[in-house]
């Protein structure tokens, strides 16, 4: 964990964007630039702007505006912009509307491309067809589909007219579809008549249909024939999605919004359940991600990039506006990494020839599980960057990640922020060495810290991650619900947004994350985050995956319990579990011994592949699991109470 494993070569450093930027403003190093731009955050943004050449209808009077409260900080004052004039209007009409938009694969291999000029056109006359459907500025268009182009059409088409996108989640179920279009009180709902995972059929149309009748605010759903099912069919509300764009016209007017107008509403559960709408506009979310794809995945025209990913998820939508802004392609796959062969995932690299790959660290903890042999097969040299986020990342995974997929020649950029500020409050740069695990440092202009349980800033020791300054692409508060953001983030200490991470901070100046301190256990007085004990369970040559919660107990306040999959070959044994037990001993000390091991076949898990603790440990505890909706392999819940 304390060496450094990769130093970026003059391939990396001469020709990186942020290269150019530093020589712009001589700036020498690292520590310098990250300094200047948390100093001075007001000249960073300035800076980024005219750097990434982001274009304005209008342009802004002032940065920003905290005059009501570091809370309610406003961005690009008086500017006029749209996001998608600067990520698909301008390229459309230039030498570049020839290159591709949008690649698309599914499980079975089939594709489709579409160039920016394509794209355009067809955004266009879905735009006018939600115009015709009488959509007007600051509407809400809900989007529950399969990863096929029309959903970045929908998407796109919503923001065009000043419209409000709120991409969900296509594995969640009707109510949970029900509760985000409600709150938002969504007008329309885009939908498909179902898709393909792992071979079978999934009617996301029948959970559709139940958002239909429950929802009052929905006037109509616009249904896309994926597969020419049977499906039910609402004559009131429904229409097909090629009706809806018959003899639309392929030109259409982008609106001009003010830098502070909604853009996007993207849901994010909440550890109530409950779900949280994060609010985001369209000069903020914009200035937020082209900073980060730009600068920190290095993008350029000619490169395709792949986040595995679903849009529900705040790195769908992250991807789609980055990219293009820089008019380089991206890949939708609709479909499992590991079906119908464990080499799927590879397999997509090679035959797409993508440059930069995306996924989270238990998305690879799953892909190892199937052994070297099926990377091996295929060609992935074109790959340049490997990224990731979800979730902290334990050492043998990240390894293997960087030595068996990227020949430990290529950075994995490991970055964390959230849905609420749509973008990371931590990141790596091509031009920095890296650590295993680590995520570097400070994102540029985001003025972070590591505070202990006082409020002070404390380093080499695990704390609560902050940020001591506005960013733009902060969350407007949550959709109808200002008090609650305020009691999420602004509550602990004055003027400090509380993220709710353990990060660390090493005497190199390496960042690293410790899990979610909403998942904290206290043992006996100390407090540990599960990431840590996972991470010692997954170091055990028999243990593919790793889930850890705190649960009662009268001496020393809590205690732990472990939960995990083995790799095949291994099956569980009184012996195994107490030689899991003396593993994590060895590496984290007596204190931390586990309760109890507990062996299952599989963990719940978000589509993104994110353990979801809470579900784990609401179910073992015998308490009422409040929302189940994020989680796709809901059979998973039933190892967990099977281990009880």
């Avoid at 395709?304 to 790195?315: E, N, Q, R, S, Y």
Wanted: a neutral charge; hydrophobic letters at 40%; aromatic letters at 10%.
């Amino acid at each position: 964990m304390n060496k450094i494993v990769w130093k970026p070569t003059s391939d990396y450093i001469d020709n990186a964007n942020i290269t150019r930027f530093m020589k712009k403003h001589n700036i020498k190093n690292y520590e310098e630039l990250i300094k200047k731009s948390t100093d001075d955050i007001s000249w960073l943004w300035d800076e980024v702007i005219k750097d990434l050449n982001i274009e304005w209808y209008q342009p802004y009077t002032k940065v920003y505006d905290d005059s009501k409260g570091i809370q309610w900080t406003k961005w690009f004052i008086n500017g006029k912009i749209n996001i998608i004039h600067n990520i698909l209007d301008r390229h459309a009409i230039s030498a570049k509307k020839n290159n591709n938009a949008i690649i698309w694969e599914n499980e079975q291999g089939d594709n489709r491309k579409l160039t920016y000029e394509q794209l355009y056109k067809e955004v266009n006359k879905f735009a006018n067809a939600l115009k015709k459907l009488g959509i007007k500025k600051g509407d809400r268009i809900g989007i529950y589909m399969p990863m096929v182009p029309e959903i970045v059409i929908g998407f796109l088409a919503a923001m065009k007219i000043g419209a409000i996108s709120i991409p969900i989640f296509s594995g969640f179920g009707g109510h949970a579809l029900t509760s985000r279009l409600d709150i938002a009180g969504a007008k329309i709902l885009l939908t498909a008549d179902g898709s393909i995972r792992r071979g079978k059929t999934v009617n996301i149309k029948n959970e559709a249909d139940i958002a239909s009748q429950l929802v009052k605010s929905l006037e109509h759903v616009i249904v896309y024939k994926r597969l020419g099912n049977e499906i039910s069919w609402n004559e009131e509300k429904d229409i097909w999605w090629r009706d809806v764009i018959a003899n639309q016209s392929d030109e259409c007017e982008t609106e001009i919004m003010d830098s502070e107008d909604y853009a996007m509403i993207i849901f994010s559960s909440g550890t109530t359940g409950k779900p949280k709408g994060t609010v985001h506009t369209h000069g903020g979310a914009l200035a937020q991600i082209a900073k980060e794809v730009g600068y920190y995945f290095d993008v350029k025209e000619n490169d395709i990039f792949f986040w595995l990913t679903d849009i529900g998820w705040m790195m769908g939508p992250w991807m789609i506006i980055g990219v293009q802004t820089f008019a380089g392609a991206f890949v939708i796959y609709e479909g499992a990494p590991n079906w119908p062969e464990p080499d799927r995932l590879w397999q997509l690299i090679e035959s797409q020839k993508i440059t930069h790959l995306g996924i989270s660290p238990t998305a690879i903890r799953l892909l190892m599980t199937y052994g070297d042999k099926w990377p091996k097969k295929h060609d992935l040299s074109s790959l340049k960057f490997l990224g990731s986020t979800g979730e902290p990342w334990d050492a043998d995974s990240w390894n293997w990640f960087f030595e068996k997929i990227g020949g430990k020649k290529i950075p994995i950029i490991n970055i964390s922020g959230g849905t609420e500020i749509v973008g990371c409050f931590l990141s790596p740069l091509p031009i920095t060495d890296l650590k295993p695990c680590t995520l570097r440092g400070p994102g540029l202009g985001m003025d972070i810290d590591v505070f202990d349980e006082d409020g002070n800033p404390i380093r080499q020791k695990m704390g609560h991650l902050v940020a001591k300054k506005p960013a733009p692409s902060m969350t407007r508060g949550f959709w109808n619900e200002p008090d609650r953001y305020i009691e999420t983030y602004w509550s602990r200490w004055p003027n400090i947004w509380y993220h709710g991470d353990w990060a660390k901070i090493d005497k190199d100046g390496f960042w690293s994350l410790h899990g979610r301190s909403d998942d904290t256990i206290k043992i006996a007085g100390r407090r540990t985050g599960p990431a840590e004990i996972e991470a010692a369970l997954i170091e055990h040559p028999a243990v593919s995956e790793a889930a850890t919660i705190g649960i009662p107990d009268e001496i020393k306040g809590e205690d732990i319990v472990s939960f995990v999959v083995l790799k095949p070959g291994y099956t569980p044994s009184e012996d195994l579990r107490d030689d899991l037990k003396d593993q994590v001993v060895k590496i984290m000390g007596k204190t931390l011994k586990p309760r109890d091991i507990k062996f299952v076949g599989d963990l719940p898990k978000t589509r993104s592949a994110k353990i979801v603790r809470r579900i784990i440990k609401a179910t073992y505890l015998g308490e009422e699991v409040s929302d189940i909706s994020s989680v796709e392999n809901i059979k998973a819940v039933d190892e967990i109470k099977n281990a009880m």
